[in-house]
């Protein structure tokens, strides 16, 4: 497994602010040990994050000076002479190729499973879960010998791991959005005299394009924040921003590059994050 | 297509009997999983049965292929240790992912600025790649780290990272894994919490009752499926323990990913028993997960 991920990430999971009724509502004593509960997990949460947007802009921060005494870019400097742009690159595409492969792989089964139940769906469910229970470092063991007999360039084999490690993710949320997937609609429009092309575009997308971007969001993590399987069976060939982030933080002193690079693998999917929220928020999705 | 059988093969969504289902309709069916399927199953099942085969002598880098144990046997006794230590730091950063992300669940369910806030905090880690939590944990917790800068406490700072513990190891997982909880968590609890919540409260039952008896078996489920990844994750995760461990004893993956770069003739297939013995534990955790599973009758 790459990474471990909530399929409800960015899905309306909270009650409404009315959700708290007179019947449960806390007193005094309880609003306050509540407040205080989560602003711990508020820094829990967040405080790992601190230091590296110290560390990004620190030129000098000697030991044991609380606070940098330079600040600067030095530190972006150093990591795009590292290769960091390149890398940047390289993590990007692999997010969005196993992004791509996966997302239309998960809602094909997702519509077997939910469409059409038999007596494989259960065998079926079962397999695609498989990946979750099974550490990615023990398939690539054995995959590598495969992968190198049969040829298989090391790109896609990267690519093929990191898609089977998403498929749980993208085949879990789509089958959710297909129980929840309300068929009257579908039989309006063909009752209407829309074509199966129609219904698909009109109806059936409308209404699956909420999970579909989760979907595609998960996977691109899964591909984004993979370190093993690509240094294993990318072999160094393809290099990405955690293989840099590793490379930088196992050797000494490289602390600012090592925040940079990190920074850097952190704002694309934050960045998404923050768009599939905002676009739910503003009513563009149900 | 006629506008009748369109209705009756397209939105039939599930037919209760197989018998209502075309024998070609259900093929087709099948079919639509057929992708997914095989490349899984190349993986999945494909790599386990290629690590399992030489993990037992069967596909040596050189010479005759050999039924044979010795690959476990090597180092019987680091394996044992890595076993116990991957369990030690896998179940304890589990125990307190679950804690941390079921306080953080019951936070977000109570709605208003602090629910919003910790469920915005919590989000904003999820997307953090482990290799990113580690190094940044690093940061936090050397003894150079920020931590020790902003207490003073120079050579008084303990050996969090690289000790003795797993100190930084445990919590980099902890963190990590505790907002997958508290979202996972939190999502079972928002579709069905507050009615009986409510329910509850007009029955008189105060607040501990409530948590006892309503929010924590309803988010039982959700705890058991989590908590069980993130133990797997952990347990067979090999970056963090790398980054922020001490060089021995080593954890399985640590052990494993050592002796698959060695460049011993021998040292492949130990590489791949190590592997074997990790998957085993950790389909063995999943199987325990799933028979805890069945036995909570919210689950069926």
């Known amino acids: 497994m790459a990474i471990t991920l909530p399929p409800g990430l960015n899905q309306q999971t909270l009650p409404k602010d009315a959700a708290q009724s007179g019947l449960t509502r806390s007193r005094a004593g309880g609003r306050i040990l509540r407040s205080a509960t989560a602003g711990a997990l508020a820094v829990w949460f967040v405080l790992p994050l601190v230091p590296l947007g110290l560390w990004v802009f620190a030129d000098r921060w000697s030991y044991p000076a609380p606070l940098p005494q330079d600040w600067g870019l030095q530190n972006v400097d150093s990591a795009l002479s590292r290769g960091a742009a390149t890398a940047f690159a390289g993590s990007l595409g692999l997010g969005l190729v196993v992004s791509a492969v996966a997302t239309p792989l998960g809602v094909l089964a997702a519509r077997s499973l939910a469409f059409h139940p038999s007596r494989w769906s259960a065998p079926v469910s079962a397999l695609l879960f498989a990946p979750l229970a099974l550490p990615a470092f023990v398939a690539v063991f054995g995959l590598n010998v495969l992968l190198v007999r049969l040829q298989v360039p090391s790109y896609a084999g990267v690519v093929l791991v990191l898609t089977v490690y998403a498929l749980p993710y993208t085949t879990y949320v789509m089958r959710l959005a297909y129980a929840a997937h309300d068929i009257g609609f579908d039989e309006e429009a063909c009752t209407l005299g829309a074509t199966q092309g129609q219904v698909f575009l009109r109806v059936q997308f409308p209404l699956i394009a909420p999970a579909l971007a989760r979907a595609a969001f998960l996977a691109f993590l899964v591909g984004w924040s993979d370190y093993l399987v690509t240094l294993l069976i990318g072999g160094g060939s393809l290099v990405t921003v955690p293989l840099l982030v590793a490379s930088a933080a196992s050797g000494a002193g490289n602390d600012g590059i090592v925040a940079v690079l990190s920074v850097m693998a952190l704002v694309p999917p934050l960045g998404l994050l923050l768009g599939l929220t905002g676009r739910r928020r503003r009513g563009g999705w149900s | ?300």
């Open chain 2, 1 to 300: 297509m006629p506008a009748a059988e369109v209705l009756t093969a397209r939105t039939r969504p599930r037919p209760r009997t197989a018998a209502g289902h075309g024998t070609k309709a259900r093929v087709q069916g099948l079919l639509l999983a057929v992708p997914a399927v095989l490349l899984v199953a190349f993986v999945v099942v494909g790599g386990s049965a290629m690590v399992a085969a030489q993990s037992l002598g069967l596909m040596p880098l050189v010479g005759r292929p050999e039924l044979s144990t010795a690959a476990y046997t090597a180092h019987g006794g680091d394996l044992l240790v890595g076993v116990g230590l991957s369990l030690a730091i896998a179940g304890a950063s589990t125990v307190l992912a679950c804690l941390i992300g079921f306080a953080a669940a019951l936070i977000m369910m109570q709605g208003r600025w602090c629910g919003k806030l910790v469920a915005a905090m919590s989000s904003l880690s999820i997307p953090v790649p482990h290799i990113v939590g580690a190094a940044t944990a690093g940061l936090l917790l050397a003894d150079s780290g920020l931590l020790a800068r902003v207490f003073g406490a120079a050579e008084r700072w303990p050996d969090v990272v690289g000790g003795q513990w797993w100190l930084a190891v445990i919590f980099e997982y902890a963190w990590k894994e505790s907002a997958f909880v508290g979202l996972v968590v939190a999502g079972t609890l928002a579709t069905r919490s507050v009615d009986y919540e409510e329910t509850a409260a007009l029955l008189g039952a105060g607040r501990l009752g409530r948590l006892r008896h309503v929010l924590l078996p309803l988010s039982l489920p959700a705890l058991i499926i989590s908590g069980t990844i993130a133990f797997i994750y952990s347990f067979g995760s090999y970056e963090v323990a790398w980054l922020l461990g001490r060089p021995y004893p080593e954890p399985l993956p640590v052990m494993a990913l050592r002796l698959y770069n060695s460049v011993t003739l021998t040292a492949r297939p130990e590489a791949a028993a190590v592997a074997v013995v990790t998957a085993v534990v950790s389909l063995g955790a999943a199987l325990v997960a799933l028979a805890c599973l069945r036995k909570i009758p919210l689950w069926r």
